[in-house]
């Protein structure tokens, strides 16, 4: 069953047209993550999604009912605001009450259900409690039981864990991910972390300007991206992208970069010419000798490592581009490289991805 | 160590002193309005007296003193009182309907307090002639619009400090307008409706200009009183009336005062109005 569709939403204000033509498909059950760069429009389409604007042009579809006229209190959807949004005059439990308290559901029910939720967030003992005691991360996980309590099976999360500090968020994911596997209930997360997006989505729409540009499981777009913004943006840390150009010489299509001249591999595009992007994931970038026969190698200067405990990662010049790599600390094939140090790298070419005008054409090849 | 100490202690002897000077005269009326009409005008000044009730049993006892006290209460408490719930309504809507003109509008209202009381007291007076408004309600109508620019001024200025994600929280949950206005919204900008209401209710209990043209039997508060009564028969001031009714009337402001001055610390720091009237 389809929870949520959307269908062309569009919104401008003034002369900024924030959404064109947003479509999207929710199903029943699913961890749908909006993936955006801040001011991609995340914040509008849930304010669309949720009634509180209405658009321009374009349907809101719940539950396989046309919603688009009803107001954002008809639309029965589970609400955590971004930056908590916690009532200060009220008490945690009020606070977690509140949508329960609107919908006049009786009194005796309403403790249980608090109880319940506040349960799932490990937050039991801070009922009490006014929000200017609680610590960021209480606050947000009272904001997640206050949205969670309402008797609904469709939830939005707008960018809720945004601000809070690595470790805290590594937690909520987790407690996130579990409750609604729990409660079997579709949610609507918009985040601009890439991590995030990763660690909980069953699927992710990746927003850029305005659009959705790809949509798919977090696997699929990971390994398969279609678009230059899902590759660029969703992952961490985030892949290269090298301009370049495609020729056609001979007959053959070639790709030329700063780094090499390689020939082209896939179907032949529309427009066989011009600017094109290259990307590589960072982890494809190997330090050291080529494992096999058809590699791209190069001579590279290490710039700058960042150690992050279990991998490093390592800016590499290479030949006036900068590239990263991740170097896993146990992994002992790996040479070990200090700053400075001129290195030698290889890159597997079928990892190299080329996108045209932002859509991915096909990949690399070495010539012989 | 010992200079900041000693610093400080210049620092507070300062500000006591300077304290004390202001309160001086308020202090001599307070005395004055215990003192017989002889100790009152001693040189030296007597600092230790037989304290009397008289003065106030005297200015009590003349017929129009309690209704004069009746008139401030009820004009100043009920003008502002309407004038907050109008400017908290205009207030909301100005804050989250961005009207088109919201900054021109705030600028016009805040305008009419910009002439001072002597320029308009004429065609005031006229006009309030002219359409018989020189009763009870016309005079309360004029000090509730009166209290309506700075009470609007700091209460926009607070509810622009209460994120609209509370309004739209509720909404999604499913609570109409006027439950987000009252239940989500008004509870968190309370310091700035009590920091507007004191405001303006000593600026209502202190006007005499337009009470004193405008006024009638209805409508004369405490400073129509004083200056009414300033003069005694025999063409002396008459001291032991002036000071007994300083005296009651300076009462409710330093009550209020005492008892709310956080929020007026509040109102003055996070209102847009710094310490006005």
Redo the contacts between chains.
């Keep these: 069953m389809i929870a949520v569709e959307l269908q062309n939403l569009a919104k401008r204000y003034g002369r900024k047209q924030v959404l064109k033509n947003v479509s999207l498909t929710v199903e029943s059950g699913d961890f749908m993550v909006v993936f955006g760069l801040p001011a991609s429009g995340k914040s509008v389409l849930v ?1 669309l999604l ?3 604007e209405t658009p321009d042009q374009g349907r809101v579809i719940l539950r396989g009912a046309d919603v688009s006229k009803l ?5 029965n ?1 589970g ?1 955590v ?3 908590f ?1 916690l ?3 009220f008490t945690v439990r009020q606070n977690i009450s ?2 329960l308290d ?2 006049r559901v009786p009194k005796a029910e309403i403790e249980p259900e608090v109880q319940r939720v506040a349960g799932l967030l490990g937050i039991q003992e801070l009922l009490d409690r006014k929000p200017d005691q609680l610590s960021g991360g209480q606050k947000q996980r009272v904001a997640i039981a ?1 949205g969670l309590i ?1 008797r609904t099976d469709i939830y939005v999360l707008d960018d809720p864990l945004v601000g809070l500090d690595f470790k805290l968020r590594e937690r909520l994911i987790d407690d996130l991910k579990r409750t609604q596997e729990l409660l079997k209930v579709t949610f609507i997360y918009t985040t601009s972390d890439a991590v995030e997006s990763l660690m909980l989505a069953g699927k992710i729409a990746v927003l850029d300007a305005g659009e959705i540009v790809e949509c798919g499981a977090p696997e699929t777009l990971y390994a398969n991206p279609q678009r230059v913004q899902t590759m660029h943006h969703v992952a961490f840390p985030q892949a290269n992208l090298t301009p370049g150009m495609l020729r056609q010489q001979s007959g053959e299509l070639l790709v030329e970069t700063p780094l090499s001249c390689m020939k082209f591999d896939g179907e032949r595009p529309e427009k066989p010419f011009g600017d094109i992007q290259i990307g590589v994931r960072p982890e494809h970038i190997r330090i050291g000798a080529p494992p096999a026969d058809g590699w791209l190698t190069h001579q590279a200067k290490v710039l700058l490592r960042e150690d992050l405990g279990g991998e490093e990662i390592v800016y590499l010049d290479v030949n006036g581009v900068v590239l990263t790599t991740v170097l896993r600390s146990d992994d002992q094939t790996q040479q070990h490289v200090e700053i400075d140090q001129i290195v030698r790298i290889s890159i597997p070419p079928q990892q190299m991805v080329v996108f045209q005008e932002g859509r991915r054409i096909g990949v690399c090849k070495i010539s012989e | 160590m010992q200079s900041t100490r000693a610093r400080t202690t210049v620092y507070y002897l300062i500000l006591w002193l300077v304290a004390i000077l202001f309160f001086l005269p308020v202090f001599w009326i307070l005395m004055a309005s215990f003192k017989t009409p002889n100790d009152i005008l001693a040189v030296p000044p007597k600092f230790i007296f037989q304290p009397t009730l008289s003065n106030i049993l005297d200015m009590l006892s003349r017929p129009n003193t309690v209704p004069y006290f009746i008139n401030s209460l009820y004009l100043s408490i009920t003008s502002v009182s309407l004038a907050i719930v109008v400017s908290f309504l205009a207030a909301y809507a100005l804050s989250r309907y961005k009207f088109r003109a919201t900054n021109f509008l705030m600028f016009l209202i805040l305008s009419t307090r910009m002439v001072p009381a002597a320029a308009f007291v004429v065609p005031i007076f006229q006009m309030f002639n002219a359409f018989q408004w020189r009763n009870q309600f016309g005079v309360l109508m004029l000090y509730t619009m009166f209290s309506i620019p700075f009470s609007l001024w700091i209460l926009k200025g607070f509810i622009d400090g209460v ?1 609209t ?2 309004d ?9 307008r006027l ?1 987000v206005m009252f239940r ?1 919204v008004l ?2 900008v309370r310091p700035g409706l009590i920091a507007a209401f004191i405001f303006n209710l000593i600026f209502v209990w202190n006007e005499f200009l337009l009470n004193f043209i405008l006024g009638g039997p209805g409508t004369q508060m405490i400073p129509y009183a004083l200056a009414v009564g300033l003069v005694s028969a025999g063409g002396n001031i008459d001291w032991a009336f002036v000071a007994s009714l300083s005296t009651g009337y300076v009462l409710l402001p330093t009550i209020m005062i005492f008892l709310f001055q956080k929020y007026l610390l509040v109102g003055m720091t996070f209102g847009t109005v710094r310490g006005e009237v």
Excluded: C, D, M
Excluded at chain 2, 168 to 176: C, D, I, L
């Design positions: 304010r949720t009634g509180l107001s954002a209190g008809e639309r959807i609400y605001p971004q930056s949004a009532y200060p005059h509140y949508p609107l919908a206050r309402k | 994120s994600r509370y739209e929280t509720g909404f999604v949950n499913g609570a109409s439950h989500v509870p968190q």
